[in-house]
């Protein structure tokens, strides 16, 4: 409805949940497939949860711009902000680095992207930030006797998890008996 009534310059925000972003089916996706179409997302901005004091589920604003045709930047502010007590509830607040990030179009390591609807597309129209951050290996070099070290050690753990594991499982079937 929002979509279909906004004027030729028109532009909104939309709180959805966060699960809505990446839905792989159903009306999130065609909802998502349309605004990349029609060309009118500005951004979107995975907030962190608590944001709103009296419940604890993770949303994301959609901001709607049909004058936007050019890039869509978007944020994972998931991470972001301060936790306060407010009575019996917890809320938390942000910064304005969402904010000058939005307006700004910038791209920040780890924290937003600017992507173009041709990108969007081609990531099956998720507009979840961390879908599109580059993901980084970095690479030490060990000699042979570090590597043999490390690889004891997980072994000796992997060893300990299955006698632990036995142990459970042993526990189990006597439980059930």
Do not use: W
Not at 6 to 25: C, N, R
Not at 44 to 68: C, E, H, Q, R, Y
Not at 95 to 109: C, G, M, P, R, Y
């Amino acid at each position: 409805h929002i979509m279909h009534t906004l004027s030729e310059k028109g532009k909104a925000a939309i709180v959805v949940p966060t699960g809505f972003i990446t839905a792989q089916s159903g009306i999130e996706k065609k909802i998502r497939e349309k605004m990349v179409a029609e060309k009118m997302l500005s951004g979107v901005v995975s907030m962190p949860s608590n944001i709103f004091a009296t419940t604890g589920t993770n949303v994301s604003i959609l901001f709607l711009n049909k004058a936007n045709k050019g890039d869509v930047v978007l944020i994972d502010a998931s991470k972001l902000g301060t936790t306060v007590k407010e009575g019996k509830n917890q809320k938390t607040l942000l910064s304005s680095l969402i904010i000058d990030t939005f307006n700004n179009k910038v791209a920040k390591e780890d924290f937003s992207v600017v992507v173009s609807y041709e990108d969007i597309k081609a990531k099956n129209y998720s507009l979840s930030a961390g879908q599109y951050f580059e993901v980084k290996i970095d690479y030490v070099d060990i000699t042979h006797e570090e590597f043999t070290a490390k690889l004891n050690g997980f072994e000796e753990n992997l060893k300990g998890l299955f006698t632990e594991s036995k142990v459970l499982e042993k526990e189990i079937e006597n439980n059930l008996k």
